[in-house]
């Protein structure tokens, strides 16, 4: 065998090898990668909806999952929205909590985005972001308060705080809010986020 032909083999053995290991190594990292996601999805619905033992995921399609978050017993405690929408950089992922009712937000939490450090990133913050979705009443479309109001208490009850500088990262989340309550309302209505199993109810 000649010199280019051993070399060509050695090349192209390495070249499996390589490939084989990292395919594996990507398998590996994908997996862990899931699970970590599905346990900070779990951490969140029982953050939004206090009380939560165990939860049923009730609707889903691309972007949009709907939990039902239940207590001990197996009855239905609230709805856990897990949605996806356009913002300022990319895409923002959050889990809304509502009431069984679909008539008052629980909480906001922002699970992933990518937006300006310093700005729109500001959407992740307690204080000048999160708290003003607290026990908001959602029985009709949320607007934003422009310009920012200093505290939640001169806020409308239906009425979601502006981050200062970040307008567009604030009506990014609220679009996404209205429009996933719009399309959770006509999902039970339509008797489509009934529990599943003997103990629901």
Not at 16 to 30: C, E, N, Q
Not at 70 to 77: C, T, V, Y
Not at 159 to 180: C, D, K, M, Q, R
Request: aromatic share 4%; charged share 25%; with cysteine.
């Amino acid at each position: 065998m000649s010199l280019s032909s051993r070399m060509a083999v050695v090349l192209t053995t390495v070249g499996v090898l390589a490939g084989a290991f990292l395919s594996s190594i990507g398998h590996l990292t994908k997996e862990r990668i899931a699970l970590n996601k599905q346990r900070e999805i779990e951490k969140a619905i029982i953050q939004v909806v206090p009380g939560t033992s165990s939860n049923q995921s009730l609707y889903e399609e691309k972007k949009l999952t709907i939990y039902g978050g239940m207590d001990e017993e197996g009855a239905l405690l609230g709805y856990a929205i897990h949605a996806t929408g356009a913002g300022f950089q990319d895409e923002i992922t959050f889990m809304l909590g509502t009431n069984i009712d679909l008539t008052r937000i629980n909480s906001l939490a922002i699970l992933e985005q990518k937006e300006t450090p310093g700005l729109g990133a500001k959407i992740t913050n307690m204080e000048s972001f999160l708290r003003y979705w607290e026990n908001k009443d959602c029985s009709q479309p949320l607007s934003l308060r422009k310009p920012a109001a200093s505290s939640p208490e001169e806020l409308s009850p239906s009425e979601i705080n502006t981050i200062t500088g970040a307008t567009i990262s604030s009506e990014a989340v609220l679009n996404t809010v209205n429009s996933s309550l719009v399309k959770t309302r006509e999902l039970k209505e339509d008797g489509k986020l009934k529990l599943e199993g003997k103990n629901a109810r």
